[in-house]
Each structure stands twice: as structure tokens, then as C-alpha cells.
């Protein structure tokens, strides 16, 4: 589909997947969905198609053969912040999925999801969600319940934020849309981007992952 046909144009994917019969399966559920998909096998092929044309969404591996899955989701997010990313791995350890967080995944889901549960979480990537398997969800809870108390020191900076700000945040981090939030919040659709502009620059973030994150260790809020 084309916009010159009246339609929206199909959401673009770059899927980076190395193992090919994996990569088959989520090319066909996300292709049947309606996506255009450009694979990768490696980082370097995906660095030369991330140059040639941005995509929409990047779904990235983890373990490549000639490098780290996190290489280009950094990278990713310096030049095309536009882009959403969400991490497809087999790799579920807090080191790995903190990592692919901090420096710019916007979502981390397991390879035991269902090809076709994938190209629908998608949809809610692109619209505002941040998608989380269940498992990585509880571990990221359990980290911030037993994380040790900070030693005596400056204050935390929760009083950066406004009621009305933390509001939102909590909003992001249950993976509310920005119509769901306003629509919680009773505000207008076009006010929440204002205040997420805002709560990005006090915690110093460039993601609705790395806000949460961030607001969570500062004990802003809790999940």
C-alpha cells in the first residue's frame, strides 16, 4: 500500500535475525500483518541497510556473528531516534535486557513468543507502548524490590517532578498510549507529549524505557 493510493503507507521493518529459519517465521507472521520487512543477518548488513533507509521499527538479536545487537541499538538511537526498537532474544538475563534498555530498546520480548504475537506487539510499539515479556517484567520488579537502600547522601530528585508529571509516568510505565494516559488523566491528547518533553529533560532520558527505568531507581515510582 501507498499514500499515492489513498492508503496509509505500510509500517517499515528492518528484522536482524541471523538464524534463518527464525528469521523466516517472523518475516512471514510480520509480512502476513501487513509490514514491509527488510532482514539482516549480521550487524554489518544492517548497518549498510539502517544507511540506506531508516526503518519505522528495528527488531534486533542479541548475539550476532560478527557483533552485539547492542552495538546497533545505540547506534540506532543516535542517529534515528524516530525509529522504535525492540529487542527479539533468547537472552533473558537482567544484564542483557538493562543493557538493551539503557542504551535505547523501547521493548524486549523472548523468542518463545508466537511469530504472530510479535508482529501484533508491534502495533503497540509503534503506537506508544513499551512491550515487556511477562518473565522480564517480574525480574525488573524483583531487582527494584531487593535493590540495597542508597547510603545517606543527597536527596533524591523527586521533587523535580510535578503530581501531575509522576502521573504520566506511571501511565508510561504500565505501557498506556498517550490517549490512554490523557484520557486517564482527563487532559487533552495534545498536552501529554508537552509533559513527557518535560520529564525527559529533568531525568535526563531520550526514552519512555529509560524514564521508567530512571524513575524507578529514584524510587519516583513503583511497579
Given at each position: ?18 538464524d534463518a ?86 521493548g524486549y ?67 498506556f498510549s ?46
Amino acid at each position: 500500500m501507498t499514500e499515492q493510493d489513498g492508503a496509509p503507507a505500510a509500517i517499515t521493518i528492518l528484522l536482524v535475525e541471523d538464524d534463518a529459519p527464525t528469521c523466516w517465521r517472523l518475516q512471514d507472521a510480520l509480512v502476513k500483518a501487513g509490514y514491509e520487512v527488510r532482514t539482516a543477518g549480521t550487524l554489518g548488513q544492517a548497518r549498510q541497510a539502517m544507511a540506506a533507509r531508516a526503518p519505522a521499527v528495528l527488531l534486533t538479536d542479541l548475539r550476532l556473528p560478527d557483533g552485539h545487537g547492542i552495538e546497533l541499538i545505540r547506534e540506532t538511537r543516535q542517529r534515528f531516534p524516530d525509529t522504535e526498537i525492540m529487542v527479539i532474544s533468547a537472552l533473558g538475563d537482567e544484564e542483557s535486557v538493562i543493557s538493551a534498555i539503557t542504551v535505547g530498546a523501547t521493548g524486549y520480548l523472548l523468542k518463545d513468543a508466537f511469530p504472530t504475537d510479535i508482529a501484533t506487539t508491534v502495533r503497540e510499539l509503534v503506537a506508544g507502548h513499551s512491550p515487556i515479556s511477562a518473565s522480564i517484567a517480574r525480574f525488573i520488579v524483583r531487582r527494584t524490590q531487593t535493590t540495597a537502600a542508597p547510603p545517606p547522601g543527597p536527596l533524591l530528585n523527586t521533587a523535580r517532578l510535578t503530581p501531575r508529571e509522576i502521573d504520566i509516568l506511571w501511565g508510561i510505565a504500565k505501557g498506556f498510549s498517550y490517549a490512554e494516559i490523557a484520557s486517564h488523566l482527563g487532559l487533552s491528547r495534545q498536552t501529554v507529549p508537552g509533559h513527557i518533553k518535560n520529564i525527559y529533560r529533568k531525568l535526563e532520558v531520550h526514552t519512555r524505557s529509560e524514564a521508567v527505568f530512571e524513575a524507578v531507581q529514584q524510587g519516583l515510582i513503583k511497579l
